[in-house]
């Protein structure tokens, strides 16, 4: 849970307990109070368990919205996971930065980034070779490695790691999933500081919202050698 939603939540628990104590000194009986929490308690329950809580991150990511710092985040975090993709030959076909564009691509979370769909693992019924499977791994970790080295630390990436773990044990069921985890986020680390000239030209071409191929020309246009990427495949 991000520190906005642990925020969100906080005021919200402290605005009913003052309702609660100062509404019999306006006029407002216990019982408005009682139907009001128990009106938002069912509006949460039924986002969070009939929409997988979409609701709740679109009003979220609204407000975070307000903040420059949030903005960059997202940015930064999705140019990861793009660039990562991109060096490490899954194509990439769009990229979302905002909530709203996340859940119109079908996507969970603040942004994200689409690979082709002959890209996309068929982790519920085909086996991954580990070079595969290693690529998707540092893909996802890409962003929250691409968070710490902007800012020193991440505040997303949570849905990447549930989705790498899931994929994991479905994959791999008698290996550790931690193990790859950081595995992953050390690779995607290496990755992003030695490509960090086209990292940057990245999220700038990402920040004035270009098109994917201009996104990929200016990667290619700021990229070094190939040889950690060569790696990363072969690993």
């Not at 990245?202 to 040889?227: F, G, W, Y």
């Amino acid at each position: 849970m991000n520190p906005t939603t642990l925020n969100l939540l906080a005021v919200s628990v402290f605005a009913f307990t003052m309702l609660s104590l100062v509404g019999p000194l306006l006029n407002i009986s216990p019982g408005a109070v009682a139907i009001a929490l128990s009106g938002c308690a069912g509006i949460v329950a039924i986002d969070r368990f009939g929409a997988q809580g979409k609701g709740g991150t679109l009003l979220i990511d609204l407000l975070s919205r307000q903040s420059s710092e949030y903005r960059q985040r997202i940015l930064h975090h999705e140019a990861g996971h793009f660039l990562a993709a991109y060096l490490l030959e899954i194509p990439v076909q769009s990229y979302t930065l905002s909530a709203w564009e996340a859940l119109k691509a079908g996507l969970p979370g603040q942004g994200g980034v689409v690979v082709e769909a002959t890209a996309e693992p068929d982790t519920a019924s085909a086996q991954l070779s580990d070079q595969q499977l290693n690529r998707y791994c540092i893909v996802w970790m890409a962003g929250i490695a691409a968070e710490k080295q902007t800012y020193g630390s991440a505040q997303g990436g949570q849905d990447d790691q549930m989705q790498l773990r899931g994929v994991w044990q479905r994959q791999r069921p008698t290996s550790e999933p931690e193990t790859q985890l950081r595995w992953a986020l050390l690779q995607a680390q290496t990755l992003l500081e030695k490509q960090q000239s086209a990292y940057e030209a990245l999220v700038t071409a990402m920040a004035n919202r270009a098109p994917v191929e201009t996104c990929c020309q200016k990667i290619e246009a700021h990229r070094v050698s190939a040889d950690l990427e060569s790696q990363a495949l072969t690993t």
